[in-house]
């Protein structure tokens, strides 16, 4: 824990990237023109933060990006947002209010701002923006699973197949039956993920490569067989999630629990709530919860390796360490749960020469976790962090890791393995210190949880008696708490009901025709599965540029207008209104959904939703 605990700390207290040189002479001139202090905070790939004096007042952040985006205000194709947290901008200090102003005009006359990135980072921006084409691997689970074939020694099972198949149709039969099979990503962007995984790398490369490496073949492959793409993944998904129940139970197996309890431990994972509904989904939450379980899997083989093997131990500790990169390479917020990981074996060590080779290999799975995997993906999160798209890390770690200990302390002496207990309690933690910082989805929150599901089970499981009574009293406690889990499962958001209503008639579309939406108003995103329609021309419209993406239809030309869920908010409305007003249209379907918003802080101000799709009358 102590070793976790420096390796967040020197992160979360990392100075920002530092800027190159072509930024500070760019600065340097903007200063000398403006006649102001001038200043570069911070350099990430696609993202400057500058620093402006004001004078008899604070200093004002800026940040200046290119393209696509939320933005205060816009430059040409630069967008410009103040650092503030205030409801009025109006009530913000004069002189600062100054500052931005004269920005702003510096830059519509010197727009060749350079937004190449970090010293650091500009290597890594390069290697992202190459990555954003062509085919996709996944080296680091490729390599892990090469390892794992070389190091295997087939091993008669106590249990024999039955217990593992037992799980195994139990997992799958839940989640094919009860997944959602739609997206699950907030404020509309679940199909931005899936225009990732499709191979549109632009979509995901901010948050890592990982995304794309994972699921790019798999929807490639589905749409070979004659299977919608998304469908394929949702399925792949499904297969992540049921697999992490057995790689429990291995788990379970390795850290000393009896085939009862193992079998108890897991199919509680296998019924759980929460890990069934999100499964079949586009999220990447299955996906990780799977490869960090075969990465704590490797880390206890890796200590229960005779002496005489170190070579295996090691391999086993690399094997372990190429899964936790790959997850790592998804999404950055997840590093804080996956370096927790490699501790699974050191909490379950019985014997000190075996707690310091587990922490040797806690440390070293760690190592190249963070060296080898997380650069681009930190730098973005640095730079949400900064203009508030983002939940910050730092500050949630060190109470929830407080709490861990505290919880720990309690139940260590009732645990039959304390150290299991301890690490299931850091993990559940610091799940819920980070799930509700931005707000999202109450089913979102429950699925943030999954992260932390197996290890809180585990560390339960370490409290199971050993006498037959009591394990047929958990297993019936079990089988409530599921009950009632299952009658409590949040309903389908407008959002997802409208993913599915839109994919209806996206995929009947006939080709080459032109859809176009409003999907940017202030906070709110849109996105469409127009992936599924052949050769459309997809337009989306950003409220803040309307005047300078006025959509033109040709005479004759196939088009449609789609009013989607974020025209019935208030940030959207007056945008789709003023798209609708120039056009000719004729409403071709229409659905009426329940208004349940995908983030609490994006409500809808009307109790029923009406989705539509007009068709462009032809001149």
């Not at 009530?91 to 060749?112: D, I, Q, T, Y």
């Not at 391999?315 to 990981?341: D, K, Y």
């Not at 999202?440 to 809180?456: D, I, K, R």
Request: net charge positive; charged share 15%; glycine share 10%.
């Amino acid at each position: 824990m102590a070793l976790s605990a420096v390796l967040f700390a020197s992160l979360s207290r990392a100075q920002e990237p530092g800027c190159p040189p072509e930024v500070h002479r760019w600065v340097e001139r903007a200063g000398r023109e403006l006649g102001r202090s001038v200043r570069a905070e911070a350099c990430h790939p696609g993202f400057l933060r500058l620093r402006l004096r004001a004078e008899g007042a604070p200093p004002l952040d800026v940040e200046v990006a290119r393209g696509e985006g939320p933005a205060f205000h816009r430059v040409g194709d630069l967008r410009l947002s103040p650092l503030l947290e205030v409801s009025d901008f109006s009530a913000v200090e004069r002189p600062r209010r100054e500052a931005l102003v004269a920005l702003e005009g510096w830059l519509g006359r010197n727009p060749g701002v350079p937004l190449g990135g970090a010293a650091l980072g500009a290597p890594w921006a390069r290697r992202m923006e190459a990555s954003a084409g062509g085919a996709a691997v996944p080296w680091c689970l490729v390599g892990a699973v090469g390892l794992l074939l070389a190091l295997w020694r087939r091993k008669k099972s106590p249990e024999g197949p039955r217990a593992w198949a037992g799980l195994a149709l139990l997992a799958l039969a839940a989640r094919f039956a009860f997944g959602l099979w739609s997206v699950l990503h907030v404020n509309g962007q679940g199909p931005l993920w899936l225009e990732g995984a499709l191979g549109d790398g632009r979509a995901t490369a901010p948050y890592g490569p990982g995304y794309r490496e994972l699921f790019q073949g798999v929807t490639r492959l589905a749409s070979a067989l004659g299977v919608a793409p998304d469908h394929g993944l949702f399925a792949a998904n499904a297969l992540a999630s049921a697999s992490a129940v057995l790689l429990l139970h291995a788990v379970a197996r390795a850290l000393g629990h009896g085939t009862v309890r193992s079998a108890l431990v897991a199919g509680a994972l296998a019924v759980h709530p929460s890990s069934v509904r999100i499964a079949a989904t586009e999220s990447y939450f299955p996906s990780l919860v799977a490869l960090s379980l075969g990465a704590a899997w490797c880390a206890l083989r890796a200590t229960l390796e005779p002496r005489e093997a170190p070579g295996r131990a090691a391999a086993w500790g690399v094997a372990g360490a190429l899964l936790t990169m790959q997850a790592a390479r998804v999404h950055p917020s997840v590093w804080p749960f996956l370096a927790l990981v490699p501790w699974t074996a050191a909490a379950a060590a019985p014997r000190r020469g075996a707690l310091v080779a587990g922490g040797v290999t806690a440390g070293a799975l760690a190592g190249l976790v963070l060296t080898g995997s997380l650069g681009p993906g930190l730098a973005t999160l640095r730079a949400q962090e900064a203009s508030g798209a983002a939940f910050a890390l730092a500050p949630h770690a060190w109470w929830a890791w407080a709490l861990a200990a505290l919880v720990g302390a309690l139940g260590w002496r009732r645990s039959r393995a304390p150290g299991v207990w301890l690490l299931g309690g850091a993990q559940a933690a610091l799940a819920f210190a980070s799930m509700d910082r931005y707000g999202p989805s109450e089913l979102w929150s429950a699925a943030f949880l999954t992260l932390a599901a197996p290890w809180a089970l585990l560390a339960l499981g370490s409290l199971l008696p050993e006498g037959r009574r009591a394990q047929v009293a958990a297993a019936v406690a079990l089988v409530a708490v599921t009950l009632r889990g299952a009658f409590g499962v949040p309903e389908e958001t407008t959002e997802q009901r409208e993913f599915a209503w839109h994919r209806r008639w996206l995929a009947a579309l006939p080709v080459g025709c032109t859809v176009f939406w409003v999907g940017a108003a202030g906070p709110r995103r849109l996105y469409l599965p127009t992936y599924l329609a052949r050769d459309s021309r997809p337009a989306r419209l950003d409220a803040a540029r309307l005047d300078a993406q006025t959509v033109t239809v040709a005479p004759g030309a196939c088009a449609y207008y789609v009013q989607g869920s974020l025209c019935a908010s208030a940030e959207g409305r007056g945008a789709c209104a003023r798209v609708a007003e120039h056009l000719a249209l004729r409403e071709a379907r229409r659905a009426r959904l329940p208004g349940v918003p995908s983030a609490r802080h994006l409500p809808y101000d009307r109790p029923v939703v009406d989705v539509v799709v007009y068709r462009v009358a032809r001149d």
